[in-house]
Nanobody, 127 residues
Framework: QLQLVESGGGLVQPGGSLRLSCKGH????????IGWFRQAPGKEREGVSC????????NYADSVKDRFTISRDNAKNTAYLQMNSLKPEDTAVYYCAVLITTVQDMCGLVRWEYDYWGRGTQVTVSS
């Protein structure tokens, strides 16, 4: 069964950094575009960042631009979300997801377009 497993979440002080990982099990991530989403308590799940199949295109939500960086390492079958200058409003459960697509150089942040999801990892930003 196809699985996505997120890791790297935790408690960090404002201004700190975390790197989230998303590893594919029993399938190859390089066949998919990859997205990171987050959901804070009482809020809808929102798109944070995505990376195309080729890795050449990335997109970010305005709220995380210039602070977060998405990347992928196909040799390790893993995607990453480097999060810097974290703020309390970044507190949420972070999910990775994959999108089945034939398009090499596009990705979007529309959650219902994604096909498979991980179970999430908690990120808490607090002093």
């Amino acid at each position: 069964q196809l699985q996505l497993v997120e890791s790297g979440g935790g408690l960090v002080q404002p201004g700190g950094s975390l790197r989230l990982s998303c590893k594919g099990h029993r399938f190859r991530l390089d066949y998919y575009a990859i997205g990171w989403f987050r959901q804070a308590p009482g809020k809808e799940r929102e798109g944070v960042s995505c990376i195309s199949k080729s890795g050449n295109t990335t997109n970010y939500a305005d709220s995380v631009k210039d602070r977060f960086t998405i990347s992928r390492d196909n040799a390790k079958n893993t995607a990453y979300l480097q999060m810097n200058s974290l703020k309390p409003e970044d507190t949420a459960v972070y999910y990775c997801a994959v999108l089945i697509t034939t398009v090499q150089d596009m990705c979007g942040l529309v959650r219902w377009e994604y096909d498979y999801w991980g179970r999430g990892t908690q990120v808490t930003v607090s002093s």
